[in-house]
């Protein structure tokens, strides 16, 4: 069974930083991208970031480009996301999901997510 | 990276078919077949319901369909009934290699 779990959600300062963490088990790992994606509070999906399964390709949205490090342990079956310089507007909860079939193709499998709040 | 325009809420009575939207541009859903859809019930995870435009994924109804033409997708759903009430999402490849998502349509089975 597939299984996501996202960690490392919490309350920061803005201009903070934080590191969420994404334990995938279930399949494996390493043949898969994986995507992070967010939603605020009584609001839409956004997608985030994704990272390729082989050669560590990285992809971002324009809101969180130079601010945003998407990154996988394949050894560990973990992905992260570094967030740096928070926002108020980045406060949402954040959830990794599965591209199934290749990178581009769809978005199989879902974590429940790990909320992160920006406020002083 | 504008988000694709779905309607806000689209309603229907049990039985009765609905279709939601999702219009885009010539740099994401209308460049390729790479269109998905996502079924969100409250405080829960999306699900995917279509993919590749049409494709339903093992275990989700045949009731769900999809099609597309142009930069404008479409997700219809038939014989409704209660459990389908609920947010639904479309989502895109783009020209960019990035995904994009609809701002999300709210079915409320009447």
């Known amino acids: 069974e597939v299984q996501l779990l996202e960690s490392g959600g919490g309350l920061v300062q803005p201009g903070g930083s934080l590191r969420l963490s994404c334990a995938a088990s279930?399949?494996?790992?390493?043949?898969?991208?994986m995507n992070w994606v967010r939603q605020a509070p009584g609001k839409g999906l956004e997608w985030v970031s994704a990272i390729s399964g082989s050669d560590g390709s990285t992809y971002y949205a324009d809101s969180v480009k130079g601010r945003f490090t998407i990154s996988r342990d394949n050894s560990k079956n973990t992905l992260y996301l570094q967030m740096n310089s928070l926002r108020a507007e980045d406060t949402a909860v954040y959830s990794c999901?599965?591209?199934?079939?290749?990178?581009?193709?769809?978005?199989?499998?879902w974590g429940q997510g790990t909320l992160v709040t920006v406020s002083s | 990276q504008s988000a694709l325009t779905q309607p806000a809420s689209v309603s229907g009575s049990p039985g009765q078919s609905i279709t939601i939207s999702c219009t885009g541009t010539s740099s994401d859903v209308g460049a390729y077949e790479y269109v998905s859809w996502y079924q969100q019930h409250p405080g829960k995870a999306p699900k995917l319901m279509l993919y590749e435009v049409s494709n339903r994924p093992s275990g989700v109804s045949n009731r769900f369909s999809g099609s597309k033409s142009g930069n404008t997708a479409s997700l219809t759903i038939s014989g409704l009934q209660a459990e389908d009430e609920a947010d639904y999402y479309c989502s895109s490849y783009t020209r960019s290699s990035t995904r994009v998502f609809g701002g999300g349509t709210k079915l409320t089975v009447l």
């Open positions: 279930g399949f494996t790992f390493s043949s898969f991208a």
């Open positions: 999901a599965r591209s199934g079939g290749g990178y581009a193709r769809r978005l199989d499998y």
